[in-house]
């Protein structure tokens, strides 16, 4: 009820003088336009001319009626267009014609009747279509007589006052950052505002104190989350510089922390670990985001606020999960993914997640949260996390919020004699089955064997529930790995795209060579194949497994007939 009604006040004053009053100053003018730091393609442009908009996959093409008259294909779709991102590419062409087809659509766009449609009005895309208007100024208003110039600005100042009326009742997240960085972008542009400089600036700042963790990391959790926040933040930094007014210190802190944070959850091959939402890792942006990057060092081993570890040797790299899920107001993307790690050699990927595809999320959503969809133990089919799955309190609450998951995540690393080792535990399946599950990995010194160990076991003061106690263990190949299964079930050979041999055991167990999916690829979901080990806690409380690299094919699959030092993990 008081989002209706926020929403009802929002709808009656839009142009009315208590609008104006939630934007003070005479806003006569442009003063500078801002930095647009993602790429630009030229050659779009001349496809936006012919009246054909390709996005998030899908075409749709005008055939001279408005492109804002048309039925979207897609969700997706729809959020590109209205954001007004494209017109990055129309700007790129730079030629007479680009700029009078720019001018054409926003005048379009400024009279037409789907600025209504509810994703015209949601808050990203509110403080995308700002932040473009603003940025992409130049082009739309090269050229151009008075009449337009205060058209257009009208059109813009609109558009700040609804995105400060949506503020009231915005999602939080990135979505609320997103939304406080447009203002501040807002006020430093347009003339007459040195009063909501100040203004903007504070509510940023409390912002960005309480969503960017000590350690760097979003408090989502989602690697991606930080990636748009400092697209964006980087040249809000030079658009307060270009007015000679000092940044906000927390806007300058936030920055420096993300940056490490950033390189952390990078594979040796520039992709970005697949945690909670992230997706195919967008390397143009962040090709683009490193170079601002001035420390350039290597990467911290551990990020205890957000919740991950890190564990380097030589050009093998492991990044695990460690932390609870984030709090249930920024839970709507975060997955039930508690100890799952990603694996990497070199360049190449072998061990990840299955990750979130960059479009269509929703038909893939249930799945690619599941705790099954992870490189974890999955205890009787059922995720560590519990997310909403009513319909309508999906409605209300805007998507699935965690509702439930891990309490208590513990997580210690030391150097030992044989490498770097860390153990790890979660009470994800306390609360169900009364189990905790243990993992403890070591990765050695050289970098060419990780070894591991995950148990399950009963839950101190707590009594094992329910009649099934079966239990999965679970790695997700890269689609880049070829896998065999090795003759006797206890091993599986894989093979890199550099020609490298990994091989994969357990001499105690059984392993299965499945069927997956890789979620986030470039192109959309892949097939891949899946590493499982099925047991049950009555038979066997744990399972122990390596990873080991071998110089050639031959020593990966003669290394089956010939004893092998296998290092101890303490218990």
């Not at 081993?301 to 790299?317: E, K, N, Y």
Request: with cysteine.
């Amino acid at each position: 009820m008081g989002r209706f009604a926020r929403n009802l006040v929002a709808r009656a004053s839009g142009g009315s003088a208590a609008a104006s009053r939630l934007w003070p100053g005479r806003a006569d003018r442009l003063i500078i336009a801002p930095h647009d730091l993602r790429t630009a393609d030229a050659t779009r442009a001349a496809e936006i001319y012919a009246g054909r908009f390709v996005f998030a996959g899908k075409i749709v093409t005008c055939h001279g009626r408005s492109v804002f008259d048309l039925e979207p294909p897609s969700e997706d779709w729809e959020v590109a267009l209205l954001g007004f991102g494209w017109m990055r590419h129309l700007r790129a062409a730079d030629t007479a014609l680009t700029r009078a087809n720019a001018r054409a659509l926003v005048d379009d766009w400024i009279s037409n009747p789907a600025q209504r449609r509810t994703v015209a009005r949601r808050a990203d895309v509110l403080a995308r279509r700002v932040i473009s208007l603003l940025s992409q100024a130049p082009l739309v208003l090269s050229d151009t007589d008075g009449k337009f110039y205060r058209r257009y600005l009208r059109g813009l100042t609109r558009e700040i006052r609804q995105l400060r009326y949506t503020t009231i009742d915005m999602p939080d997240g990135v979505p609320r950052l997103q939304a406080m960085i447009a203002l501040c972008y807002a006020s430093l542009c347009l003339a007459n505002q040195a009063r909501h400089i100040k203004n903007t600036s504070k509510k940023l700042s409390e912002e960005l104190q309480r969503q960017i963790l000590p350690d760097g990391g979003h408090i989502s959790r989602n690697p991606g989350a930080l990636i748009e926040i400092l697209i964006d933040l980087l040249p809000l930094r030079q658009t307060f510089s270009a007015r000679n007014i000092a940044p906000p210190p927390a806007l300058l802190n936030a920055i420096d922390r993300m940056m490490p944070m950033l390189r952390f959850f990078r594979h040796g091959d520039g992709s970005i670990a697949l945690f909670n939402g992230m997706s195919a890792t967008p390397s143009d942006l962040l090709a683009t985001l490193l170079a601002y990057d001035d420390t350039r060092g290597t990467p911290m081993a551990s990020m205890p606020h957000s919740g991950f570890q890190r564990l380097d040797a030589s050009a093998t790299t492991v990044i695990v999960d460690t932390g609870a899920p984030p709090p249930a107001s920024v839970s709507h993307e975060a997955h039930a993914g508690c100890l799952s790690f990603e694996l990497s050699s070199g360049q190449n990927r072998i061990i990840t997640n299955s990750g979130m595809p960059s479009t269509g999320r929703e038909n893939w959503r249930a799945f690619a949260r599941s705790t099954a969809a992870h490189s974890t133990v999955t205890y009787h089919d059922v995720s560590s996390c519990q997310f909403v799955e009513l319909s309508a309190m999906k409605r209300l609450l805007h998507g699935a919020p965690i509702v439930s998951g891990p309490a208590l995540v513990e997580a210690s690393r030391e150097n030992v004699a044989n490498g770097v080792l860390l153990t790890t535990s979660h009470d994800g399946y306390v609360p169900r089955f009364g189990v905790v599950h243990r993992r403890v990995l070591l990765l050695s010194h050289d970098g060419s064997r990780l070894d591991g160990e995950d148990t399950v076991t009963p839950a101190s003061g707590a009594r094992v529930r329910g009649h099934d106690r079966d239990y999965a263990l679970r790695f997700h190949l890269h689609p880049s790995v070829k896998a065999t299964r090795l003759s006797d079930a206890r091993g599986v050979m894989l093979v890199l795209p550099n020609r490298d041999v990994w091989t994969f055991e357990a001499l105690d167990d059984k392993v299965d060579l499945e069927d997956s999916v890789f979620l986030a690829g470039n192109d959309g979901p892949r097939r891949t194949a899946q590493i499982v080990i099925r047991q049950d806690l009555r038979n066997a409380g744990s399972i122990r497994w390596s990873f080991v690299r071998s110089a050639t094919s031959a020593t990966a699959t003669n290394g089956r007939r010939n004893a092998r030092h296998e290092p101890e993990l303490p218990l």
